[in-house]
């Protein structure tokens, strides 16, 4: 079992890297997920993503647990701290990937995991052990964001409440 998920781990990591390789660029800057010249791109993004993810077994629920463990287990972390996924701004590393969060809505610039809605099939990015969980959006991710460009009037009403609510929770 534990060679079958290393396996599939390696023909995980070659699909998402060719999807990577292929994401449309223009003017250097990589087309955000929801542009539809990402759409094919995207669409196989999302079918390697669906058909990796882990469903419980039967009659042993224990096998799918052990074959998951191999899946995200079998590089040695101390190189790999990363995993690749479909964020907002295409293939992204896990470590360089932010929770969702409302207050944050005028970050544009910093890759976030994608959108769910309830009634969502279960997600290989729901299976992540904790090692590759997404980070909080920190004080440096905002100080690049407003140094990379100009916040439209709504952005910047939101980036003013986040600064009020900072500034009020020191």
Not at 22 to 42: E, H, I, L, M, Y
Not at 99 to 124: C, N, R, W, Y
Request: proline letters at 6%.
């Amino acid at each position: 079992l534990y060679v079958g998920r290393f396996l599939a781990r390696l023909v995980y990591e070659q699909e998402i890297r060719k999807v990577q390789d292929t994401w449309p660029v223009v003017n250097g800057a990589v087309v955000p997920t929801a542009d539809t010249r990402a759409s094919a791109s995207r669409e196989k993004a999302m079918y390697a993503m669906r058909y990796f993810t882990f469903q419980p077994s039967t009659p042993d629920a224990k096998v799918s647990k052990i074959l998951q463990d191999a899946f995200f287990d079998c590089f040695d972390y101390s190189y790999n701290v990363h995993f690749p996924i479909l964020t907002n701004s295409g293939i992204r590393s896990t470590k360089d990937v932010r929770e969702i969060h409302a207050d944050f809505s005028f970050m544009k610039m910093v890759p976030t995991q994608l959108p769910t809605s309830p009634g969502d099939p279960a997600s290989l990015v729901d299976s992540l052990p904790e090692k590759y969980s997404f980070q909080t959006y920190t004080f440096s991710d905002v100080v690049k964001e407003l140094q990379g460009r100009i916040l439209q009037e709504e952005e910047m009403v939101g980036c003013l409440r986040w600064w009020v609510n900072f500034i009020s929770s020191l």
